[in-house]
């Protein structure tokens, strides 16, 4: 009973590799896609805002004083002077037409006000059209008006023979990202993006292309199973999902340098979880659509949408409202982000991500259960 069992899902799977081969446009999809999104997103995405595009209008130009606090703008690889000016007719144009966020206009007596030791003004202009980049570029530019403050105030106490107070001196260090380098993030979260759309999307075709071709009632008239079936149809795709698995650590390894700091043994054994609920799920949506183009319209709105903006991939989860982040302990790619971070970055173990792993095999469990009992609904 077994092994003809085993041959009947062999025979499917056969069936469905064929089609597959055939398909080139889906094989394309498949196998290009990833390596195009790991490409995209690893290149064209960064978190980190350097070189802030700034204007300057130092009205007191002849002072050394103002070239000194200028050059901590220069210095610093958090701005970029792309112009000197003269007028506020420069710097507004600049500004309207996109060519700087960030215009730093120095007044005549500067200089004089830091020398007769009043406080001196700074005007600072910037464009809030991008509220972030904004928020980013101000606090920047209030670091190193800071430590220019504390710089003066040190110089000025030593010059009268005073030494300066005992103060904080906090020693940051960084943990598991020491360079803060924004790629090590997204890279991660890029890989289960890609699995879980790619894997939805290929099997949220497979069976709905039976329906409209008339190949399922033939189907169904042979001696093959519901679970015999879904299992056959999902057994390439896993093993497409895999190969795209192996492809996108390899970029994230030599292309990015993501450093993996866990066990490869647990990747695979989780990512294997992960996949057999995507595909799961795609075939689920296959079932009920019945019709290739709305299995893979309902697929892209239930994977890549949920994926992208709900899992933690670029927004964190903690800054969205109550409500929603109740809604995000349904996304079963925020869990999987989650292991891969955990893996790639922390090196933890199984006492980790144990919760996540749990979750990964119950999505898994209840997606095949279901996927079996609607097709049954259907054939009966």
Known sequence: MIKQSLKRIKAIAWKEFIQIRRDSRSLAL??????????????????????????????????????DFLLNFKNSKYFKIIKYTDNYRDIEHMINSGETIMALIIPKDFS??????????????????????ATIAKGYVNTVVSEYNIKLLTNTLLANGIQ?????????????????????????????????????LLTSICIAREWERGTM?????????????????????????????????IMARVLFHVPFRGSYLLLFILSTLFLTGALSQGILISIVARTQIMASQLAILTTMIPT???????????????????????????????????????????????????????????MINIAVRKFKKQVV
């Open 30 to 67: 498949a196998l290009g896609i990833p390596i195009f999104l790991l490409l995209l997103f690893g290149y064209g995405l960064s978190l980190d805002i350097d070189h802030v595009r700034t204007v300057v209008w130092n009205q007191d130009a002849s002072s050394k004083v103002t070239r």
């Open 112 to 133: 004089h006000y830091l020398e007769s030791g009043q406080t001196a003004p700074l005007q600072l202009l910037m464009d809030g059209s991008d509220a972030n980049t």
């Open 164 to 200: 300066p107070i005992r103060s904080l001196d906090a020693r940051t260090r960084i943990w598991f990202n020491m360079g803060l380098t924004s790629t090590w993030f997204i890279v991660p979260g890029v890989i289960a993006m890609i699995l879980m759309i790619i894997a939805a």
């Open 217 to 249: 009632e033939q189907l169904i008239s042979t001696p093959v199973k519901a679970p015999e079936l879904v299992i056959g149809k999902f057994i390439p795709y896993f093993a497409i999902g895999f190969f795209d698995l192996i492809i996108g650590v």
């Open 308 to 366: 992208i903006i709900l899992s933690g991939f670029i927004y964190p989860i903690f800054n969205m409202p109550k409500a929603l982040q109740l809604v995000t302990c349904l996304i079963p790619a925020r869990y999987y982000i989650s292991i891969l971070r955990d893996l790639f970055l922390k090196g933890g173990g199984m006492e980790v991500i144990w919760d996540e792993a749990l979750f990964l095999l119950l999505f898994a469990w209840f």
